[in-house]
């Protein structure tokens, strides 16, 4: 069964750091398309952060504080984030998905196959 579970997730202040995990199960991450999404209440799925390869693509919402990254032995798929704002707060979602074309791959969760549950993150003092 082909399964992509989120964690860490959790409340933080203003200007500090998590780190989100997403671990793939009945595929291997490292040969497809990887995509960090959130979604604030009353608000779209934003793309924050793709993975393809060794490429990497951010939101300039997100750019120069967020990081995404893999490690092939635990099939995992991460997202550091450091300087936290209030604007951050969401429920945060890892994609997976073959068809995606790279230089779009923050534009529309519609070409990713897989999700996971998602992870809240709450930002405030």
């Known amino acids: 069964q082909l399964q992509l579970v989120e964690s860490g997730g959790g409340l933080v202040q203003p200007g500090g750091s998590l780190r989100l995990s997403c671990a793939a199960s009945?595929?291997?991450?490292?040969?497809?398309?990887v995509a960090w999404f959130r979604q604030a209440p009353g608000k779209a799925r934003e793309g924050i952060a793709c993975?393809?390869?060794?490429?990497?693509k951010y939101a300039d919402s997100v750019k120069g504080r967020f990081t995404v990254s893999r490690d092939t032995t635990r099939n995992t798929v991460y997202l550091q984030m450091n300087d936290l704002k209030s604007d951050d707060t969401s429920v945060y979602y890892c994609?997976?998905?073959?068809?995606?074309?790279?230089?779009?791959?923050?534009?529309?969760?519609?070409?990713?196959?897989?999700w996971g549950q998602g992870t809240q993150v709450t930002v405030s003092s």
């Open positions: 994609g997976a998905g073959e068809n995606v074309v790279f230089p779009r791959c923050l534009a529309s969760a519609g070409p990713y196959d897989h």
């Open positions: 009945g595929f291997t991450l490292d040969s497809t398309h």
């Open positions: 993975l393809s390869g060794s490429a990497t």
